[in-house]
């Protein structure tokens, strides 16, 4: 009986001991899988929230195109304007030129060929004149409101993406108790735990470049900042010309109006115009079109300010191409026609339309309020080599106001979020990117574990000869390494947000393209990298790492 006692006992002792056991490893699990959902969860945050900072990137950069758009349309009416304009006057003084010419001697023939050129342009450049002119002068009114409504739009989206960032910075400040709860009520946040959630705000923080912002940085840095965004503005308006936007307005062709107009008469008279058909029509394409449309029409991009004046610098020649991002600081919005009638003879470049943020010129064709198609024998000669004089007028911005405003107040590119990759940031790998770490730490107290009795009472040791062995079912009660602090059981877990592109593993993480993910990361590398920064690397740090993940 005394020996069925002594083994009633042990069984009793080692029953109770496995069920602690056991026990303890069913909360250690569900403790550990509650710190891995809430880590993944909070990764998944930031990963929806730096994909809708992409998505609100490209919103803006999509707007400020739309800007660019409006005022080549605007450049595009204002050329048109122009030609009509100034070609009606040019053909109704020649016109008239060479049916004076007919009179002398000899000279009749050319009497027919100066009234065609002149009913060209009474009957086709001149109504067409008078037929852009009001709608130019609409498009004057509307497009900078068009400006001002999408440059308050991209205030708007870098509201709302503010909005999203501090929501998420909130959530990591917190922990994400809710999701503790919903996976272990009895797991529970430390001193330690919301020290790693000050750690992950910070490593949050960390993954966003202040320059961007327009709140750190230096001079240089917040310029780099504009002129990414603005050379992504400018390759997405230029884009390939092989795709739907290769229309005269989109991809800034060359406006061949003359023999569409020619074609128009033509027709008009039954196929029996004497400057008709196929064959004219190329050659009028191919001298008196490309003289009057040498360059790119309506050409609009972001521009570097002038230092002196706030407007786009005019320091281009020949046709208008993107040039060294130097350039495009993204200050100022310009439409440039290259503009030139009789160009080979006198050159005339200009901006139609250049809009800064505190000052604007524009410039429209300026009809003469007497003259036009003038009987003077000299005008035709004097607007063909002086042709300055009969075309554009320009305006200030007290005149026509096309200042790049908002309703907001000051225009220009809005703030944005840009990501600051570095090869070695507050992730714990080097060479991440940068790319930001969760960490969650959680506690579950013994009292939380549902172990059966007093557990204190069933410490004891065996002594026999000399040697002792000693028998604790108080799984946990020691604390973290048995060192009292943080009695229980402890889990730690890491995660990452990690950028990756299908097809692009080598594109670096940007806040551009919606590739975000998130993903459980390893623990290891923290506590090795730590222990190696204070020289006590190799076996060590392994098994520094290995008790404390696993306990």
Not at 113 to 121: L, S, T, Y
Not at 331 to 351: E, P, R, V
Not at 352 to 369: A, H, I, M, Q
């Amino acid at each position: 009986m005394l020996l069925g006692v002594i083994g009633l006992l042990i069984l009793s002792v080692g029953m109770y001991t496995s069920y602690n056991l056991s026990r303890s490893v069913y909360e250690k699990i569900k403790l550990q899988n509650a710190a891995d959902a809430t880590a993944y969860s909070l990764a998944n945050l930031e990963a929806r929230t730096f994909n809708f900072i992409a998505f609100t990137n490209r919103a803006q950069i999509a707007n400020v195109v739309q800007m660019l758009e409006a005022q080549s349309l605007l450049s595009n009416a204002t050329y048109i304007e122009g030609v009509t304009g100034f070609m009606g006057d040019w053909s109704q003084s020649t016109g008239k030129l060479l049916i004076n010419i007919s009179y002398f001697p000899y000279m009749g023939w050319i009497k027919p060929i100066g009234e065609q050129i002149k009913m060209v342009g009474e009957t086709v450049l001149e109504p067409s004149y008078n037929t852009m002119k009001p709608l130019v002068d609409q498009m004057v009114q509307w497009t900078p409101k068009y400006i001002k409504l999408h440059t308050a739009k991209n205030q708007a989206l870098f509201a709302v993406a503010s909005t999203m960032v501090l929501s998420t910075t909130a959530k990591l400040a917190q922990g994400a108790p809710e999701i503790i709860a919903a996976n272990d009520n009895n797991a529970q946040q430390t001193t330690l735990s919301h020290a790693l959630n000050a750690l992950n705000v910070a490593s949050f923080g960390s993954a966003f470049d202040p320059s961007a912002l327009g709140v750190g940085g230096s001079t240089e840095q917040k310029a780099q900042a504009k002129r990414l965004l603005s050379e992504l503005v400018n390759a997405s308006r230029y884009g390939n010309p092989s795709t739907l936007g290769a229309s005269g307005i989109a991809a800034r062709q060359p406006l061949m109006a003359f023999g569409s107009i020619i074609n128009l008469l033509n027709s008009a008279s039954g196929g029996n115009w004497p400057l008709g058909g196929s064959a004219a029509q190329g050659i009028v394409d191919s001298t008196i079109g490309k003289l009057l449309s040498p360059g790119f029409v309506g050409t609009s991009k972001l521009m570097g300010a002038d230092k002196d004046s706030g407007l786009p610098a005019l320091d281009e020649s020949g046709k208008h191409s993107a040039k060294k991002s130097d350039l495009a600081y993204g200050h100022t919005l310009m439409a440039k026609d290259h503009w030139g009638a009789f160009s080979s003879l006198s050159d005339m470049g200009f901006a139609s339309v250049r809009s800064g943020l505190t000052k604007s010129t524009y410039c429209r064709y300026d009809k003469p309020d007497s003259g036009y198609g003038s009987s003077d024998p000299t005008r035709p000669f004097r607007m063909l080599f002086n042709p300055k004089k009969f075309q554009f007028k320009c305006y200030a911005e007290n005149q026509v106001d096309m200042r790049w405003r908002s309703y907001f107040g000051k225009g220009g590119l809005a703030p944005y979020f840009k990501f600051a990759p570095k090869p070695s940031g507050l992730g714990v790998e080097s060479g991440d990117f940068n790319q930001p770490d969760v960490w969650v730490f959680l506690n579950k107290p013994p009292t939380s574990m549902l172990l059966s009795g007093d557990v204190q009472d069933l410490n004891f040791t065996l002594e026999q000869g000399g040697n002792s062995a000693e028998l604790s079912t108080d799984i946990g009660e020691q604390g973290l390494l048995s060192s009292g602090v943080l009695p229980g059981i402890n889990a730690l877990s890491r995660a990452q947000a990690y950028y990756h592109r299908p097809g692009a593993w080598q594109e670096p993480p940007n806040f551009f393209n919606p590739y975000w993910g998130a993903k459980l990361a390893p623990k290891n590398a923290a506590i090795k990298r730590l222990l190696n920064e204070v020289g006590l690397g190799g076996n060590f740090s392994q098994l520094v790492a290995d008790n404390l993940w696993m306990h």
